[in-house]
């Protein structure tokens, strides 16, 4: 029979190795989550509205949802950033706002879309401008 090595591991040793499996989750509690709503000039729902989560410096969508039938929406696993929110439907103009989400935060927002005469649609999206 062959001689089986022991591993002596400090406390440190152990100590290193039980953060480093904490690291993964520690990264994704920092995802947060978008709320918000969607309404016509007057405050009332705009139900049906794409909303996308588009990273600025990449400019394309990461994350696309439709807002319920009060006009809500909800993007979870949204990383801390800046970002533009943009509202179309059928029957309105396009609209882009600004929102910055923050770690471990849910970030509101209400998107107001004007009427429009030549049948634009209704959709929400954003965009990131360099997490942090």
Sequence with gaps: MGIVPRIRMSRSSILLLALACLLPAGAAAQAARVLGRVTDGVGNPVAGAVVTLVPADSGRATLTTASGPTGGFEL?????????????????????????????????????????????????????????
């Design 76 to 132: 979870r696993g949204v990383q801390p950033g800046d970002y533009t929110v943009r509202a179309e439907r059928a029957g309105f103009a396009a609209r882009e706002q600004a929102v910055t989400v923050r770690p471990d935060r849910i970030t509101t927002t209400v998107v107001r879309l004007r009427a429009s005469g030549r049948g634009g649609r209704a959709s929400a999206e954003v965009a990131a401008r360099g997490g942090g």
